[in-house]
């Protein structure tokens, strides 16, 4: 069992910056990749971001490339989302997630190929 914890959300004004953590817990060795995913009041949880664990290889949802960058530190067990320029679309809890399993790591998008998800920290921009 591993257990992710996120921090670094808040208010930012638009065009604003933002780095989120995300420190992994437990069964750290089980962690084939992370990713950063964002739900907003109304809409279905969003892919951003994925890192491989071991690699640091990325994988981004076009809507954010460019913009956001994930990035991971394995001594600290800890992956991050920073965020720049940062839009009156953005706001929304974002949550990171684990991808176990496999011999190789492979970009996944989908909110179903993650199985342990922290609690998620609130994101809010003004305009």
């Known amino acids: 069992q591993v257990q992710l914890a996120e921090s670094g959300g808040g208010l930012v004004q638009a065009g604003g910056s933002l780095r989120l953590s995300c420190v992994a817990s437990?069964?750290?060795?089980?962690?084939?990749?992370m990713g950063w995913f964002r739900q907003a009041p109304g809409k279905e949880r969003e892919f951003l971001a994925a890192?491989?664990?071991?690699?640091?290889?990325?994988d981004y949802a076009g809507s954010v490339e460019g913009r956001f960058t994930i990035s991971r530190d394995n001594a600290k067990n800890c992956a991050y989302l920073q965020m720049n320029n940062l839009k009156p679309e953005d706001p929304a809890v974002y949550y990171c997630?684990?991808?176990?399993?496999?011999?190789?790591?492979?970009?996944?998008?989908?909110?179903?190929?993650?199985?342990?998800w922290g609690q998620g920290t609130q994101v809010t921009v003004s305009s």
């Open positions: 997630a684990r991808q176990s399993g496999g011999t190789f790591w492979f970009p996944k998008r989908t909110a179903g190929d993650y199985d342990s």
């Open positions: 890192v491989s664990w071991s690699t640091g290889r990325t």
């Open positions: 437990g069964r750290t060795d089980s962690i084939r990749g």
